[in-house]
């Protein structure tokens, strides 16, 4: 069977037309990972004893707690690759008004750091990914090497759609 003869796992037949269609089927793969990982993070939240976060509030969350250091909104919006800081912004308040994370105006920046209560949370949540999802993806013959090198490639993958973003506005 050639490639061409192979069944094309699309999201939209209109995409996966002419040279190039295996592309179609990577996005539809990215698209289907993309809704179970948003879907994992709120039920792994929820089973660390917070219910009703978004899977941006979970992100920023996490992003907030990471090495304990103070973090200003453009920080988080840089490092989650994140263009429309007003719903970064959003979840930080939000995230606030939890006591999910402490705020601190200087000057004209606000940063932000996780709370005691949003720290532990972070901590749950951790074991819980430990509990309910490490111990399947050990099961993969996939070593922590190969789990790198695909986090790399769908990073450097994200580079190139950010490049086409880019070209897309200035047409």
């Given at each position: 069977m050639t490639d061409t003869q192979k069944r094309r796992i699309v999201s939209s037949r209109h995409l996966a037309e002419g040279e190039g269609w295996e592309a179609s089927e990577l996005e539809f793969g990215l698209i289907i990972a993309f809704n179970a990982f948003?879907?994992?993070?709120?039920?792994?939240?929820?089973?660390?004893?917070?219910?009703?976060?978004?899977?941006?509030?979970?992100?920023?969350?996490?992003?907030?707690?990471?090495?304990?250091?103070?973090?200003?909104?453009?920080?988080?919006?840089?490092?989650?690759?994140?263009?429309?800081?007003?719903?970064?912004?959003y979840a930080l308040r939000k995230l606030s008004k939890a006591a999910l994370?402490?705020?601190?105006?200087?000057?004209?920046?606000?940063?932000?750091?996780?709370?005691?209560?949003g720290a532990a949370l972070c901590e749950a949540y951790r074991k819980v990914r430990e509990y309910c999802l490490l111990d399947g993806l050990?099961?993969?013959?996939?070593?922590?090497?190969?789990?790198?090198?695909?986090?790399?490639?769908?990073?450097a993958l994200s580079g190139q759609y950010d490049q086409a973003s880019r070209a897309a506005s200035s047409l």
């Open positions: 948003s879907r994992w993070m709120v039920k792994c939240m929820s089973a660390a004893g917070h219910a009703e976060m978004s899977p941006l509030e979970i992100l920023v969350l996490h992003n907030v707690n990471h090495r304990g250091r103070e973090k200003r909104l453009s920080d988080v919006c840089f490092l989650l690759n994140i263009e429309d800081t007003h719903t970064v912004n994370i402490d705020s601190e105006k200087r000057g004209k920046e606000v940063f932000y750091r996780a709370s005691p209560s050990a099961r993969f013959d996939l070593s922590g090497e190969d789990m790198r090198e695909i986090g790399s490639n769908l990073r």
